[in-house]
């Protein structure tokens, strides 16, 4: 069985990155809940995509020149507050799990000791596109299920994964026309052969889903989580 990832929750239905995406995607079956995290000013781990707050609310400025206190007076949609990584924690919590995406400069250490202080060891994966992030993670917290994301179909996904010492390889290929043809057999038998669980993103057309899922994959994103469940 594969988990069921909302990205950025049930970001299909509600303002990406909100508890209240984060609470659709729960209502919806999600298994985890996919989000990206920065660093404010004062050193509080941020729940947002971008490094700065311009696209997704009603505010301007980049994160890591911003305090809490400033950021929390944007509006995220629908009247949401940006959260803070401890209160998505709090929302998922004996729910679902998390998908962690590192986006931030220094966001490493204090992620890692955030999900200690909670105890959400087993319930987490970290990630990044970074792979000294993901590595240092891991050199951090062997305990902890880590991901290195990947986007060209081209590179050598393997060396990359062996570098961050990773323990999943995450596709994201939703830019090409099907995914589900370049989860090849030889890529799958290459994926169990350096013993790399395999995660892709983020898709939202349920024949694709239907047929990544014919494969041994460990996850699917999709930003309307119901097609997962459905699938």
Sequence with gaps: MYLKIAHRGASGYEPENTIRAFEKAIELGADMVE???????????????????DKTTDGSGYIKDLTLQE????????????????EAIDCVKG???LYIELKG???ERPVV?????????????????DRNKVRQVKELAPELVTSV??????????????DAKADCIHFCWERYR??????????????????????????????????????DIYGICSNLPDLLAAA
């Design 105 to 107: 400069e220094y966001t």
């Design 71 to 86: 950021l929390k007076t944007f509006d995220a949609g629908k009247g949401e507050q940006i959260p803070t990584l401890q």
């Design 178 to 215: 099907s995914p589900h043809k370049l989860l090849t057999d030889e890529v799958m038998n290459k994926a169990s052969a350096n013993g790399l669980r395999v995660i892709i993103w983020h898709e939202e057309r349920p024949e694709e889903i239907r047929e990544i899922i014919k494969r």
């Design 95 to 97: 729910r679902c799990g």
């Design 35 to 53: 989000l990206d995290v920065h660093l404010s000013r004062d050193g509080r781990l941020i729940v947002m995509h971008n490094a700065s707050v």
């Design 149 to 162: 994301l990947v986007d060209d179909k081209d590179a050598d996904w393997v060396a990359i994964a062996k």
């Design 113 to 129: 000791e955030l999900i200690r202080e909670n105890a959400m060891q087993n319930a987490v994966i970290i990630a990044s596109f």
